[in-house]
């Protein structure tokens, strides 16, 4: 079957940086997405990672191992609007986007 | 950007009602859209994908009769409710890729809809 694992809930400070993992068991691979979703709202794009390596923008990066199946979401300089959970999702051979469960986090000052 | 809307945005109906959930694209044509179910604490749930003048494709276990699927246009989707009860309250987010481009691009979502049935 089709898989992605990421931590249920993560807490970091304000200020800091903090990396949310995720690993995937998928029939092919086209591309793996980060999103945001504040409680209440629908999901927001945050990246996509199709070759190995670091995508950075701005406070986020991400980053994809294919041949682990690994990707990372990394926040910097954490602010209190970054609470919200943070979804990994990938896209497997047929073009479909498999969902992880979401990783919840919580900022605390 | 891309941007796409639903409405209404939330809705409260009694148990055996009917509710029409619209997802429209503003800015860009999709010729697919995606309906998603969420419930409270959990992931994001894929119902069914809606093809612009085809039938749509229901994911396992979701009743086809009971959730109806209109893509009559680029730009519009609607997702039926039928004989609503308590157990669909839910928050149901639609998501669009704009047409003609890759499988790859991300797909763009609307606000979704929170759905109370009495």
């Known amino acids: 079957g089709q898989n992605i694992d990421q931590p249920t809930e993560m807490t970091a400070t304000e200020g800091a940086i903090v990396q949310i993992n995720c690993t995937y068991q998928?029939?092919?691979?086209?591309?793996l997405f980060w999103y945001q979703q504040h409680a209440g709202e629908a999901p927001t794009f945050l990246s996509y990672?199709?070759l190995d390596g670091l995508e950075e923008k701005g406070r986020f990066s991400s980053f994809l191992s294919r041949s682990k199946g690994y990707s990372y979401l990394l926040l910097k300089e954490l602010q209190m609007k970054d609470s919200a959970s943070y979804l990994c999702?990938?896209?497997?051979?047929?073009?479909?986007?498999?969902w992880g469960a979401g990783t919840k986090l919580i900022i605390k000052p | 950007g891309a941007v796409v809307s639903q409405h209404p945005s939330r809705v409260i109906c009694k148990s055996g009602t009917s509710v029409k959930i619209e997802c429209r694209s503003l800015d860009f044509q999709a010729t697919t859209m995606f309906w998603y179910r969420q419930f409270p604490k959990q992931s994001l749930m894929l119902m069914a994908t809606?093809?612009?003048?085809?039938?749509?494709?229901?994911e396992q276990g979701v009743e086809k009769d009971k959730f109806l699927i209109n893509h009559a246009s680029l730009t519009l989707s609607t997702l039926t409710v039928t004989s609503a009860h308590p157990e669909d309250s839910s928050f149901y987010i639609c998501?669009?890729?704009?047409?003609?481009?890759?499988?790859?691009?991300?797909?763009?979502f609307g606000p979704g809809t929170r759905l109370t049935v009495l």
């Open positions: 998501s669009a890729s704009p047409s003609g481009t890759s499988g790859a691009n991300e797909q763009f």
């Open positions: 990672n199709v």
């Open positions: 998928t029939s092919g691979f086209n591309g």
């Open positions: 999702a990938v896209k497997d051979s047929n073009y479909q986007l498999i």
């Open positions: 809606s093809n612009e003048g085809s039938k749509a494709t229901y």
